[in-house]
Structure formats: C-alpha cells, structure tokens
C-alpha cells in the first residue's frame, strides 16, 4: 500500500508536551523517526528545555512554543509558530489537561470553566487549525479513565475528559473525508510527580493498584507507545476511537 497513511510524517505538534505523558510522546516520536517535534508547554522554561535537549538527543529538531491553551489567541499564536516552522504537520497530539483535583460540588465556575477550556475546547479549537495544514495525518488527544468512571477527587476534570472523546467522535466523522484520522487514548493512573504528590498516601491510590491486574500503575512510555501506534500506519482504519491503556484495570 502506498497511499499517504503508510509514509511516516514528518512533522509533530505535542500540546502539553514538556512534562509527563506529553514528554514521553514527543521522545516516542523521535525515536519513531519525526524530524520536526513542535512542543507545546504553558509556562515552565526549565522543564520545556529539558525535553528539547531530549528531543535533539534524540536526532529531532525541537521547536517550543509557549502558548496556554485556555486562550484562543494563544492557540493562534502556537499555529503560527508551528507554520513558520514547517510546512505541513503529520501529527497533533493533544496533552494538554488543567484542573483542580476535587470533588465536583466545590468546583468554583472559574475553576469549571478553566478546566473545560484547556481539557476539550482547545482541542476542538486545536483540530480545527490543523485542518488546511495537513494533507493528510493523524490528531490524537490523551484521555483517562475518569470520563467514564467517578474518579477520587477527580471532578471536573473527568467530566472534560468525557467532552473531549466525544469530541473526538465527531471530528473523526467530519475530518475522515480529508485524510485526518482522529482518535484518543484513555489511559489508567500514570505516575508523575504531581500525582505522587497529591495521592502516595491517599488510600484511594493503592486500591487503584490492587485492582489493576497489570500490578502497578502505568509509566508515562506505556501511554505514549499507544499514541505513537495510533499515529502510525498499522492504525489506518481506526477512527473515531478511545482505546483505552489501564493495566487492565476496567476489566474489574
């Protein structure tokens, strides 16, 4: 087969790139082969050159853009830096998440309508940008388990999980007639430092492991390969889905 769904791109955009899962897909898409990583990130510079070193050791050209996404402007802004940068993308990934880790009922409307704006609507906004500057390609947004199950402190933000995959479902719909395939991942507990923070003595985070047949609690890697199949051509016919990576943890 030599249509376009089997070349590999060569050009990326990670929104929520520098930190956690977001890193691990950008490094992915290096050591996959994209020439070009555009790496989003909202305001920490250390961390952001970090990843660029990781990405130029890599053998991949690191473009950051600082942009945070509750704004639209700010998401105009980032396109136009990603199109002085390259011509075309081949990947979106979709990373970037903002919220309080609380329960529903003492969410303020500031902090609901934060969340919302930065977890599904500037994805929406972010799809509708990269119509135009792909031929054809692949957008990839990062979920979790909490759009579907009632998470521990997880609130709101769950609740934006579950618009961003319906989201997901209609641009899958809509974009596939342009060669743009869109699909999410919905990923169990995945370690960072923000989360071992705020959960290593919560209870609630070791029955998370107990219950999760895999025995532990996923690696930003184990995300990120899944991103990175789905950007690939071995994913051609999937669209419009959320394949879910928890360890097997629903199952139970």
Same mark, same amino acid.
């Given at each position: ?148 199950? %009632? ?30 395939? %869109? ?42 390969? %899944? ?26």
């Amino acid at each position: 087969m030599n249509d376009a769904s089997t070349v590999k791109p060569e050009a990326a955009l990670v929104a929520g790139g520098s930190r956690g899962i977001g890193r691990a897909v950008a490094f992915r898409l290096a050591e996959w082969g994209v020439k070009t990583v555009i790496v989003n990130y909202l305001e920490n510079d250390a961390a952001a050159d970090e990843t660029r070193r990781g990405l130029e050791a890599r053998g991949a050209r690191c473009v950051l853009a600082k942009a945070n996404l509750a704004h639209p402007d700010e998401i105009d802004g980032l396109f136009r830096t990603a199109a002085d940068a390259v011509p075309r993308l081949g990947v979106f990934v979709h990373c970037a998440a903002l919220g309080a880790f609380k329960p529903t009922r003492t969410t303020k409307p500031n902090q609901w309508d934060l969340t919302m704006n930065v977890g599904a609507r500037s994805f929406l906004l972010c799809a509708e940008k990269c119509v135009g500057f792909m031929t054809s390609g692949s957008i990839i947004a990062v979920s979790s388990l909490g759009s579907t199950r %009632v998470l521990p402190h997880y609130g709101v933000i769950g609740v934006s999980k579950a618009a961003l995959e319906s989201t997901v479902r209609y641009l899958a719909v809509e974009l596939a007639p342009m060669g743009i395939r %869109v699909n999410a991942v919905s990923a169990g507990l995945v370690r960072s430092e923000s989360m071992e923070k705020l959960f290593a003595a919560d209870p609630a985070f070791h029955e998370v492991i107990s219950r999760t047949p895999a025995g532990r609690v996923a690696e930003p890697d184990d995300v990120a390969d %899944v991103v990175v199949f789905l950007a690939g051509p071995a994913a051609r016919w999937i669209h419009g889905q959320v394949i879910l990576a928890d360890g097997g943890y629903s199952l139970v």
